[in-house]
């Protein structure tokens, strides 16, 4: 009988064969490590850096023959199978798009190598324009970019912050308040004798006056609250217009902004004159059983109760919000920092753009809206800035005391919105994770834990402290900002 799990010749010869290979390939030297490339960093403005990054010619060589091995193996030439036409012909029909296809992956290999070290900290996106970088024929291939990185700062001492208890309306009163704006709704603007008080409308003839400048409104609406006249924002408008009667003049001094639109008025000193003819105030219905059904309740004293309720969940969210406030004050009053330009621009477009949308929704007309826009910028600009620095600042405090977020955490987030606005949790972090909102919510809520926890870590004052309610104050004056048409599109 034959032995069949004896090797037979060729077997043998085979396996001799395959174990020559693979001790070649074991035997084989690793290819040589290509030249890094040399970059050099300047310094140009505040967070700003200029890059200039040098590829070697063997890089460059190395990437070609890794393209064009590539192209060798499934490009169509006529009159030659696959992967038997000669590099010449290669380097002829393929040569400039070759040529691209390497400049772009070079690019694009340095750049990430840029953006994995650590000591720059890039923001955004860097500025470059690949259509202008040429790959040269001959020798190594240079460019240059610019990037944003992140400010550099010293952090405050944070251990020990003074904070004080806030003074705050209780929630009773909270809740009139609350009663207040939901009955504005239904109410009826009245006209009045008494002089004119925030809150209340105008009707006016306003001017608008300066060196080559004259443009009049007449019989125009105005409430006695912070707005804009033909672009130009008076935030003291309210303030002016208080306690002027029907048939007084108020003239208000002030100079156009540098972006306005017309260009002839940017920067120019005006004078805003407004001619009172009328003062309007609100009349607010009764809260009553037919009221309190519009609005789906059973009778008046359901949805008072409902009201209260909620008014003492607010307000100690209110104590929360404003004690952390105080702690965020303390941070940029004692940090010295300057903002990266682009970053900021591009921060003051998103608050604008997410209070536009907001008001929109409230059911502010869009005219309106407009006609307070650069109202509403230079209270964006503010806002994103004043944001943009508390973020680096507590970013650095949440890496040096640990501080991080857990998945969970975001889940449960999203399951609380999800209830507040009636929907699925999934589909809700599908539409975040969709729309590149879901980072935001990871970074929102290591900014409140890291706020939290310098909480513990303060030192309490006694209540009606002056340092720390000028703090509160201060801070609620720039938190809110953008609310007040917020409040003005409720009411």
Do not use: C
């Not at 007309?365 to 407009?370: A, E, M, N, V």
């Not at 600042?393 to 977020?405: G, Q, S």
């Amino acid at each position: 009988m034959v032995d069949e799990t004896k090797d037979r010749p060729e077997d043998q010869a085979a396996q001799g064969q395959a174990e020559g290979q693979n001790q070649e390939q074991a035997e084989a030297p690793e290819a040589p490590a290509l030249p890094a490339n040399k970059v050099t960093i300047e310094e140009m403005a505040a967070s700003r850096k200029k890059i200039t990054i040098e590829v070697d010619r063997e890089k460059i060589d190395s990437k070609f023959e890794e393209i064009f091995g590539e192209l060798h193996k499934s490009a169509l030439v006529p009159g030659f199978r696959i992967g038997h036409a000669p590099r010449r012909l290669l380097e002829k029909r393929y040569g400039k798009d070759a040529a691209q296809d390497v400049r772009n992956a070079l690019v694009a290999e340095a750049l990430g190598e840029v953006d994995k070290n650590e000591e720059l900290d890039i923001l955004g996106e860097p500025d470059i324009k690949l259509d202008d970088i040429e790959l040269p024929e001959k020798g190594n291939l240079t460019f240059t970019l610019e990037v944003e990185v992140k400010p550099k700062f010293e952090v405050p001492s944070y251990k020990g912050i003074p904070v004080t208890e806030p003074q705050l309306p209780g929630g009773s009163e909270h809740a009139e308040e609350v009663t207040r704006r939901i009955l504005a709704q239904k109410g009826t603007l009245v006209p009045v004798s008494e002089p004119a008080q925030a809150g209340d409308q105008i009707i006016a003839d306003v001017t608008v006056k300066g060196e080559g400048i004259e443009q009049k409104v007449e019989n125009a609406e105005m409430r006695v609250a912070p707005g804009a006249v033909a672009g130009v924002p008076l935030e003291d408008l309210g303030e002016r217009l208080s306690g002027a009667k029907a048939g007084q003049t108020v003239e208000i001094k002030t100079q156009v902004p540098a972006a306005h639109e017309k260009e002839e008025w940017r920067g120019k000193e005006v004078t805003v004159s407004f001619a009172l003819s009328e003062v309007k105030r609100m009349e607010l219905p009764p809260l009553n059983d037919a009221l309190a059904g519009e609005y789906g309740f059973d009778d008046a004293e359901a949805m008072k109760k409902y009201i209260a309720q909620r008014a003492e969940v607010q307000v100690a969210q209110e104590r929360l919000k404003a004690r952390r406030e105080q702690v965020s004050n303390y941070l940029l009053e004692h940090t010295t920092m300057d903002l990266p330009e682009e970053t900021s621009r591009r921060q003051t477009a998103a608050v604008l753009r997410r209070h536009y949308v907001n008001l929109l929704q409230q059911g502010v007309p869009r005219d309106q809206i407009d006609q307070n826009l650069e109202l509403l910028a230079s209270q964006a600009e503010r806002v994103a800035q004043r944001d943009l620095k508390l973020g680096f600042i507590l970013e650095k405090i949440a890496k040096a005391l640990d501080i991080t977020v857990e998945e969970g955490e975001v889940n449960s987030w999203i399951a609380y919105i999800a209830s507040q606005q009636g929907r699925r949790p999934e589909r809700l972090r599908q539409e975040m994770e969709h729309g590149g909102s879901l980072g935001e919510v990871e970074v929102q809520l290591r900014e409140q834990k890291t706020l939290d926890k310098l909480l513990e870590m303060a030192e309490e004052k006694p209540a009606g402290t002056a340092g720390a309610e000028a703090a509160a104050k201060e801070g609620e004056k720039v938190e809110t900002a953008g609310a007040e048409d917020s409040e003005k599109a409720e009411e």
